[in-house]
Each structure stands twice: as structure tokens, then as C-alpha cells.
């Protein structure tokens, strides 16, 4: 299939899952929709394995870019909890390629297969001002239930070449914390929210 024609393809795709009726959710479920600053998701794709705990809740994810980070899947499996077993499928697709002064924009879809109940849709954007080390995101989701619109931001500043710290805010609640790269290909971040729950990620980039 041509390359234009599979990104049409896709975007349809997209569009006819967002058309689907939604059931009940928790706000827990909009954290880990695929690349993200901590828990909420940036434009930018990537192919990773992490680990996640996350306020005692563990779970793996792997994530894998496609054509050229156009397109990227993401598969979050639940360890343990009540939605052990769940492991809902998340995507996004790139809709504006950052540029000099543009930032790059995304349209994103989570638990595509209703597996903690109905889709999430979202738009995140992102832009990094290499000047300062900073990668600056932000974007909003359609809440499941009440279909208000529920906005998101943050950044994340480069502090020394191995460690970076970031912040992110959603549904005011704010995260902050620290990110740091002991050897190539891997991430370790600590991070708390609302100053009570505690995050730990590992994170190995690479293909599959």
C-alpha cells in the first residue's frame, strides 16, 4: 500500500474508533497513553519497554514507533490490582511534524480494545527549544463519561547531560520529578504526585 494511502487508511481508522459510545471510567485510566512526560502523553513517539510502579500499582508497557514516527502502539499490561489481566492498547498519530517555530502535534486513542471500558481520545503537543534543553507538552482528552474536555501540560528541562527533571499537571494535580540516563538506552524516573504518590519507572529504548 502506498504511504499516503496507509496514512489516510489510519486516519480513518482513528476517526470511526472515536465514533464508538463510551462507559464508565476512573481518572486513573487517561495516565500511561503511550509516550509521555511522566504518566500523560507527549507528541513525540518512541519504541521502549518499561516497567512501571506506580503508587504501588505495577505494570509493563512496550510501545513501538512506526514509519518514521508517524504512527505509534502502545500495549500497557497490568500486573497487578483489579485491572490485572486488562491490558488495554493505546495509538497516535501524528498530525503536524514539529518544525523551527511549529511544535509537533498528535491525535491519540486509548484502550482501543475497551478493555478498562471505553476509548480516551486526546491531542498532545510538544516542542523543544534546544537552546534552553527544554521540551515543553501539552494537550487536552475528551473525559469518557461527561465529555468534557480535560487539559494537561508540562515540561521537561535537561539540568546536567545524564539528568533531567520534569513536571507535569493534570486534572489539578501536579507531578514533579527527576529523570536520569545511567546508561545509554535507559531511563530511570522517580517522580510524586500531589506530594503523597509515588512513581518509579525504568524504561529501555529500543526496537522490536
Given at each position: 500500500m502506498p504511504h499516503k494511502a496507509l496514512r489516510a487508511f489510519l486516519l480513518f481508522v482513528m476517526l470511526v474508533l472515536s465514533m464508538q459510545p463510551v462507559a464508565a471510567d476512573t481518572e486513573s485510566r487517561v495516565r500511561y497513553m503511550g509516550t509521555s512526560i511522566f504518566t500523560m502523553p507527549t507528541a513525540y513517539t518512541r519504541s521502549a519497554a518499561a516497567y512501571i510502579n506506580d503508587a504501588g500499582h505495577s505494570a509493563m508497557m512496550v510501545s513501538q514507533e512506526f514509519m518514521n514516527k508517524f504512527f505509534e502502539v502502545s500495549f500497557l499490561r497490568h500486573l497487578n490490582g483489579s485491572e490485572k489481566g486488562k491490558n488495554p492498547l493505546s495509538a497516535k498519530i501524528k498530525l503536524l511534524e514539529e518544525g523551527e517555530t511549529l511544535p509537533a502535534v498528535v491525535w491519540g486513542a486509548s484502550d482501543i480494545n475497551t478493555q478498562l471500558g471505553s476509548k480516551i481520545f486526546y491531542f498532545a503537543t510538544s516542542k523543544t527549544i534546544e537552546a534552553?534543553?527544554?521540551?515543553?507538552?501539552?494537550?487536552?482528552?475528551?473525559?469518557?463519561?461527561?465529555?468534557?474536555?480535560?487539559?494537561?501540560?508540562?515540561?521537561?528541562?535537561?539540568?546536567?547531560?545524564?539528568?533531567?527533571?520534569?513536571?507535569?499537571?493534570?486534572?489539578?494535580?501536579?507531578?514533579?520529578?527527576?529523570?536520569?540516563?545511567?546508561?545509554?538506552?535507559?531511563?530511570?524516573?522517580?517522580?510524586?504526585?500531589?506530594?503523597?504518590?509515588?512513581?518509579?519507572?525504568?524504561?529501555?529504548?529500543?526496537?522490536?
Open positions: 534552553f534543553g527544554v521540551n515543553i507538552h501539552g494537550g487536552f482528552y475528551k473525559h469518557p463519561v461527561t465529555t468534557d474536555r480535560k487539559y494537561f501540560y508540562g515540561f521537561e528541562k535537561m539540568v546536567f547531560p545524564l539528568i533531567t527533571v520534569g513536571a507535569e499537571r493534570s486534572d489539578d494535580i501536579d507531578t514533579f520529578g527527576i529523570k536520569l540516563s545511567p546508561y545509554p538506552g535507559v531511563s530511570l524516573e522517580i517522580a510524586q504526585r500531589d506530594r503523597r504518590e509515588e512513581m518509579y519507572n525504568i524504561i529501555y529504548f529500543r526496537s522490536f
